[in-house]
Structures are given as C-alpha cells and as structure tokens.
C-alpha cells in the first residue's frame, strides 16, 4: 500500500482534471482533456526531433551539473577542514546566495553569446551554491573522535581525508548534489524559454504561444518525468555508494 500510495495520488489528479476539463465551465485552453494530452505525449516521443529537444536540454543541465559538481565539492570540502579558507569564502557564498541568478542571465548572453554557453554558465553558478554550502557543512561535522582514532593507527592527513572525511561527508555531498539536480533542470528550462531556439523550453513557450496548451501539457509532463528519473539515478547511486547510511536510518 505504502508503494501504492503514490499512484493513487496521481491518478486522483488526473480524475479531477479530466473532471473539470469535461465540466464545461473552463475553456478547453486551459484545462485540455487528457485525451488530448495524452495524444501530444505520443506524438512527442514519435517525432525525432522532440527527443533532440530533450537531449539539447540535458545536455546543457549535465553540463552545468558536473562543472558545479567538481567545483562545488571541491570548494566544500576546503570550506569544512580549513577556518581560513571558510572565513574567506563563506560570507561570499552566505551573502550572495539570495541573489536571483536568473537576473544576471542578460550578462551572461552578452558574454557567452545566446547558445549553449550561457545556459550552461547559469546553472553551474545556480548549482554551486547548494552544493559548496551543505558539503561544507557535511565536511565541517566529520566526528572528532573518527580524527583522533585515524591519527592514533598512523594515518597521515591525506590518507585520513580520504578514508575518513570524505566518507563521513559523502552523505551530506549527495544531499547537495540531490538539491542542485532539478535546480540545473529548472534554469535549462527557464533560459530555453527566454532565449533559445531549441530545447524543452523553448517548446513549452512556442506550444503556449501556438495555443497549443495540450502540447504544452505533454511537454511538462515529460518535463517531470526526467526530473524523477533523474533523482531516482542519483539517489541509486548514492545507495551504491553510501550504503553505510542505509543501516542507520529509519522511518518512525
């Protein structure tokens, strides 16, 4: 029932739109029936050239994820072990992380051009901060005692950031890297729909301008479904790797 739960939720959803769609009372731009939905969501993965779309636009997001990904544990774990490199630093990332990213993309197309580039600039500025912020955190509460015992067996200092810090951290890096995912599939989408020629965005806001809401409808819901499958790829892994965590962790 618990696995259940979830479906029924969405296929609540989907009853109470379908619902108002046939209620008649909300034109049929902006409550489409499902039928029709469901007919643009098969034409998209029929078509060659919507699934370019969506590989432009994973494309853009991985890339700005994995530059944010390296530099931000990087940043993170010097932040957590070293009070000069955090004293330096955090106030940069506290002070600033409130700043809308979005409204420095106008700069951002100036200096990068309106392609690839700037997009991908966008979400590893958008990506780096949660990450630095929760792997410095994660870095800075590795327990003393775990130090302590690797120093007394003889390690030295790289070898007890590499078996223990980092280890002890890893849970909190994943949780930065869960956090920054959809963000970097989020600006892809927003940017796509402010400056772009192709990509998922830029057929949300041309089926929108069309009229075209059922293809719209289509579009986000592929949309969310490769966020999901995005974060259950992430969230594998870090049960592959982090599977310590799993033995201390319960449900009340």
Do not use: H
């Not at 700005?64 to 000069?84: D, E, H």
């Not at 078996?163 to 994943?174: E, G, K, L």
Request: charged fraction near 15%.
């Amino acid at each position: 029932m618990r696995r259940l739960a979830p479906l029924l939720l969405v296929l609540a959803i989907l009853l109470v739109w379908e619902a108002v769609a046939r209620s008649g009372r909300w034109s049929p731009l902006l409550f489409p029936p499902l039928e029709k939905i469901a007919r643009e969501l098969i034409l998209f993965f029929t078509k060659p050239e919507s699934l370019m779309e969506a590989w432009v636009s994973l494309q853009r997001a991985f890339g700005g994820f994995a530059l944010a990904a390296a530099a931000g544990v990087t940043i993170g774990m010097l932040m957590g072990r070293s009070a000069k490199v955090a004293a330096l630093l955090d106030p940069l990332f506290s002070g600033t992380y409130a700043v809308p990213k979005l409204a420095l993309f106008p700069i951002f197309i100036f200096v990068f051009g309106i392609g690839s580039l700037s997009k991908v600039a966008l979400v590893f500025l958008e990506c780096l901060y949660p990450i630095v912020i929760v792997t410095s955190q994660g870095a800075r509460n590795v327990s003393r005692v775990l130090l302590w015992s690797a120093q007394n067996m003889g390690a030295s200092t790289s070898a007890a950031l590499r078996r223990v810090v980092i280890p002890a951290s890893a849970p909190f890096i994943f949780a930065g890297l869960r956090i920054a995912l959809p963000i970097a599939l989020i600006v892809v989408i927003i940017t796509e729909m402010v400056s772009s020629a192709d990509g998922l965005g830029y057929l949300v806001i041309y089926s929108l301008s069309s009229l075209k809401t059922d293809r719209m409808l289509a579009v986000v819901l592929v949309i969310a479904a490769l966020g999901w499958a995005l974060d259950r790829a992430l969230v594998m892994l870090r049960d592959r790797l982090v599977y310590w965590e799993k033995l201390e962790t319960y449900y009340v």
